[in-house]
Structure formats: structure tokens, C-alpha cells
């Protein structure tokens, strides 16, 4: 008997594996029933494919319940309408009973875990918040609305629950941690193996976690993100990558915008963070964000994300500099290392753009002309970048310059006792904190009358700017002070009220994210003891001995559930271990090493 290409009657019918043999098949034979073992064509009807329609915005489950059925009824025959045998049906039932349990067939495929499965309302969210908005920066916003059913589960779900914490009216939070933990579990499930989308679920979440006042939760996400971008290979431009010959200009862009969303966060790591991630990478072999002209169509446009990411990368590179104390004061103020970190610093600033930060004439003044220059520049772009982008250059000059400004603290380093290059050094980074601290000073004024909530990162920048004038007003010596233009010059009377502005700036941004948010609460703290030294008011019951940290909880479930644990706070130098008060100190690894330095050239 030939072996036919397809099942016998009986077996098709109990759908059953046919194995032919030379009269009938096996099954067949063994349950003797050999004269109904015939072989007939299962080969099914041509139907002609249907014509090209382009797809709608709406996913299958929204489509009327009667134009569902008016398409089934003359497609699709009804049980009455088919014309079974009694026999067939009653041979079936049979069958089904005589075969042993251990014969029948596993089922294939896996249950799907209910929380994974797209539904109406997931659409929904996405739709209402992307598809009115058609261009994102990093993804693009509209093929997430298309393909949303046929997206990986975590990306689905990370972008309902961006959706639905992110945006202009927040859901409550029980629905944005419900949406969190449904993916993390999809995550849990799903994500072995480096792909765009999974790098695109890390990156948001790392952004919610932020959102929330938790960056070292966020940190892990983002170090995820990383390792895919490494493994991917994104940092090479699409265009130089012959094996991603076949992309689209538009996908070759989002690929692009993957990268870059998570490197401005990896230099933003860097600048304030006090455990980065610890991985090399770098974005010298990639176009910028919005370099191809057709990308504009489908993604935002923002020619901030190269310029923070040098200026944070830059902080990072002043941080690392600075993390272990000099030998001596004289190696901190003229050193080979010093000397060519500022060349670094000069470098960048003579090449950075103009037009994406807020500079204004004077320093320690804003003109008419000024406010109109800003009002310009933040007309065209997103205000909060600006602001960003402002923040981190400005605040790069203090930190560049801020070790050398503690030097004036010294008995032996007196403007009367050391040389003249060694002066002319201090003198200018005197100079440049004050006017730095100035200018935040005066942009953080603008914000507030022109009602930008929230600053978000700009408070790094504020709190910068504290210590520069609570340093000058409590810390430095009298002789040094005499040398500083009256312009720049503040006593304790101006400073007093201008880190009361500042505490009431950071203190809103800390009222506005709640009581999870413990980014912003060590500046807050520490602020108003400077407030109380300034005031000389320290005889209250004041804690002598403070330490400055951050406190890191778990996200989702109740606030009493989550699990707390103290790190270092977030921040650029700290306090480079200083004391405000009565011995508030600030939290951090290179603190201690810096209280020692400075106690030994005292």
C-alpha cells in the first residue's frame, strides 16, 4: 500500500495520527475496522485572497458586535446546517472512550497568563495619550497604536503604565502599579534576549521610577538597558551597520532614539548619581537625535539630548576626578591633573551651543532684553530640557571650580602668604562659583514668576548654588572676601535670602512628587541648617551629629509594606567634607576621605 500525504476517514475523523500500512493503517487494524479505512483527498478549497484594505486605527475588539456577526453568518456554517451522519458521530464518542488516556495527545501551545493579554482598555490608554500626540522622542508613538497587539508584553504594558502616569492627568496610582507589576511580570516572563522593544520597556521604566522619587530602583532598569545596547551593538550607526541593510529610514531612527534616550540618562547617572552604572560607552559612532530630515514626521525634535549628555558626561568625568582628595593643597590648586581638567572644562564650554542654554548678559542681573532672548529660545523647544540643559552647564562651572574655592578657608593659604599664579587661580574660581551661583540664582527667579512646575533636575543646580554662597558667607575668610567685586560679593544678610528662596523652590518640587520622593529631601534638610547657621540661630534643640542620606524603598504596594533602605543622596560634589551647623554632614563614600584633608591643612 503507498503512504498516502494525509489521514485515513476513521483517523480524521477522531483526529488521530494515520499510519498506513499495507491493507489498512495501524489504528485501524488494531481496532479491526479495516473495511472503513479509505483514504480521500483533505486537500482544501482556493479561496481568493481578499483585497488590500488599509487598517484602521481600532483593534479587532471594538468593532460592532452586528458587523461581526453579519460577516460570520455568510461565511461560517452553523452546527444545524451540516449534514452529519449519526454513525460518524457515535464512532467518534467511541473511539474517544476506547483510546487510553496515556495515547491522547498533549495539547500544544501554554496557557497565557491573563495579566499579558492585550485588552480594550490597555488600547485605550495608549491611544488617548500617543495617537493624539503622533511624535515621541524615543518611540515612535504612532506604530505603538498600529501594532499594539502585536507588540512584546512589556512593551505593551510599560506604555499603558507611562500612559497612565505620565501624563497630563495622572490615573491613580492602585491603576499606575497595577500596570507596573504587570510589567515586571511580563518582563519576569518574557525578557531573555537583547531586542529594541525590551530596551525600550527599560528605558520607560527606568523614567517611572524616577517619576516616583526612586532613581536607585530606576538605576537597575537603566543598567539592563545598557547591557542590551552594548549587545545590539546601537551605539554604531544604523548606517554603518551592513546587517541592518533592510531597516527603514524610520526604524533605523528609532534605533537611534533608543540609543540616545538611554545614553542623556547613563551621562545623567554619571553627573549626580553616587553609584553610576559602571560601564563604558560613549556616542562617538552615531548620529544625533533627529540628524535624518524624514525623522522629524515621526519623532519630536530636540536638539537638547547631545548637549546634556556631554555636559552631565563632563560632571562625571569632575566627579571621578575628585573622588579621592589630592596629596596635598598645593596639588588641588595647580596640579598637571587639575590644570587639564579645566583645559577639559574650557574646551567644552568655547564648543557648547548658546542656544539651548539661558545665559544672560550680567550675571548677577536679568534685562529686558534677556527675558525676551528667553522667552524666544523656550518658545521653539521643550522648556523643561532648557531648563535642564541650563542647570547642568552652569552647575558644572561651580563643581569645576568649587575645590579651589575651598582653599580660602585655610589660615595658610591667606591672598598675603602665596604667589602670584596661585592666586590668580583662586581668584578666578572664586569668580566663577559666584558668578555660576548667580545666574541660578537668576533663572530660578524666572522660573518661579514665569510658574515653571516642575523643576525637576534644575534643584541639583539650586542646591549648587547654596553652597557656593553659604560657603562664602560663613566659611571663607575675611581677606579673601576683601578681593571679590561688591557685584558678586554676598554677606550673610543676602544669602540668608537667597537660600530661603531656594528652600522654598526645592520644598514646592518636594510637596508636588509626595512623600515617596526622597531625591530632593536631603537638599531640602540640608538648606534650611544653613538657613538656621545664617541665622545664627543654633541653640534649639538641634541634632549635633547628622548624616544627610537617601532613602530607597521598593515601588507599588502600600507606603507601611515597602521595605527602606538608606543610601547616599543624589547630587554632584555633596559637601567635598564640610559640616553645616552643628555637624550635618553629607552621606557619600568620598566625604569622610575629604573631612580628613581638609582637617589636616587647616
Given amino acids: 500500500m503507498v503512504k498516502p500525504s494525509y489521514a485515513c476517514k476513521p483517523c480524521r475523523t477522531a483526529k488521530r495520527k494515520c499510519f498506513p500500512g499495507e491493507v489498512a493503517c495501524e489504528r485501524c487494524v488494531h481496532q479491526g475496522i479495516e473495511a472503513d479505512c479509505v483514504f480521500e483527498s483533505a486537500a482544501k478549497p482556493q479561496t481568493a485572497a481578499p483585497d488590500s484594505i488599509s487598517a484602521p486605527l481600532v483593534p479587532p475588539s471594538v468593532i460592532p458586535m452586528e458587523t461581526m456577526h453579519a460577516d460570520w453568518n455568510h461565511q461560517i456554517q452553523q452546527p444545524w446546517q451540516r449534514n452529519y451522519l449519526a454513525s460518524e458521530i457515535l464512532d467518534h464518542i467511541i473511539n474517544e472512550m476506547d483510546t487510553p488516556l496515556v495515547d491522547k495527545e498533549e495539547p500544544q501551545g501554554t496557557i497565557e497568563d491573563i495579566d499579558l493579554i492585550p485588552t480594550y482598555n490597555d488600547w485605550l490608554i495608549c491611544y488617548e495619550n500617543y495617537l493624539l500626540d503622533r511624535t515621541g522622542f524615543v518611540v515612535d508613538f504612532e506604530r505603538v497604536v498600529r501594532e499594539f497587539t502585536s507588540l512584546s508584553p512589556a512593551l505593551r504594558l510599560v506604555m499603558c503604565l507611562v500612559g497612565t502616569g505620565m501624563c497630563r492627568n495622572p490615573y491613580p496610582e492602585q491603576i499606575q502599579y497595577s500596570y507596573y507589576k504587570r510589567a515586571i511580570k511580563a518582563l519576569n516572563r518574557y525578557g531573555t534576549g537583547a531586542s529594541l522593544e525590551l530596551i525600550l520597556a527599560y528605558y520607560y521604566l527606568h523614567i517611572f521610577s524616577i517619576s516616583k522619587g526612586q532613581p536607585a530602583v530606576g538605576r537597575r532598569f537603566l543598567a539592563a538597558a545598557l547591557c542590551m545596547i552594548r549587545e545590539l551593538k546601537l551605539d554604531i ?309 547628622l548624616e544627610l542620606g537617601m532613602t530607597v524603598m521598593s515601588l507599588g504596594g502600600s507606603w507601611e509594606k515597602r521595605e527602606s533602605v538608606v543610601e547616599d543622596p543624589y547630587g554632584f560634589l555633596g559637601l567635598l567634607g564640610l559640616s553645616v551647623g552643628r555637624g550635618v554632614r553629607w552621606r557619600g563614600r568620598t566625604e569622610e576621605s575629604w573631612r580628613l584633608f581638609w582637617k589636616l591643612h587647616s
Avoid at 285 to 300: E, H
Avoid at 439 to 456: A, H, L
Fill in 237 to 545: 550607526d544604523p548606517d554603518d551597520s551592513p546587517w541592518l541593510s533592510h531597516l527603514t529610514s524610520r526604524q533605523k531612527e528609532e534605533r537611534r532614539r533608543a540609543f540616545w534616550g538611554c545614553f542623556k540618562y547613563y551621562a545623567t547617572e554619571k553627573a549626580i548619581a553616587p553609584n553610576s552604572v559602571d560601564m563604558k560607552l560613549n556616542s562617538d559612532r552615531i548620529k544625533g537625535p533627529g540628524q535624518d530630515p524624514a525623522s522629524i514626521i515621526y519623532f519630536k525634535k530636540s536638539d537638547y539630548t547631545k548637549w546634556i549628555s556631554k555636559i552631565c558626561y563632563f560632571i562625571g568625568v569632575v566627579k571621578q576626578a575628585y573622588s579621592v582628595p589630592p596629596t596635598n593643597v598645593q596639588d588641588l590648586i595647580a596640579s598637571e591633573a587639575s590644570l587639564a581638567l579645566n583645559s577639559k572644562g574650557i574646551d567644552l564650554y568655547t564648543t557648547f551651543s548658546t542656544d539651548v542654554v539661558l545665559l544672560s548678559e550680567h550675571a548677577e542681573t536679568l534685562t529686558c532684553e534677556d527675558i525676551a532672548r528667553f522667552h524666544v529660545q523656550l518658545a521653539w523647544e521643550h522648556p523643561g530640557d532648557c531648563y535642564d540643559c541650563t542647570g547642568y552647564y552652569l552647575a558644572s562651572i561651580s563643581i569645576l571650580y568649587r575645590p579651589q574655592l575651598f582653599v580660602t578657608m585655610l589660615k595658610g593659604y591667606s591672598p598675603t602668604l602665596i604667589c602670584g599664579q596661585t592666586l590668580s587661580i583662586i581668584l578666578n574660581a572664586i569668580h566663577r562659583c559666584l558668578e555660576s551661583a548667580h545666574r541660578i540664582t537668576k533663572i530660578s527667579e524666572y522660573m518661579k514668576e514665569t510658574k515653571v512646575y516642575p523643576i525637576g533636575y534644575f534643584s541639583f543646580a539650586v542646591f549648587e548654588a547654596a553652597i557656593v554662597f553659604w560657603f562664602v558667607a560663613c566659611r571663607m575668610r575675611d581677606e579673601w572676601r576683601g578681593l571679590i567685586p561688591a557685584v558678586l560679593l554676598v554677606d550673610k544678610q543676602r544669602a540668608l535670602y537667597i537660600i530661603e528662596r531656594f528652600v522654598e523652590i526645592v520644598a514646592a518640587e518636594l510637596n508636588r512628587a509626595g512623600e515617596a520622593d526622597t531625591v530632593y529631601l536631603p537638599q531640602v534638610q540640608c538648606m534650611r541648617v544653613m538657613v538656621k547657621e545664617l541665622k545664627d540661630d543654633m541653640d534649639d534643640e538641634e541634632v549635633e551629629e
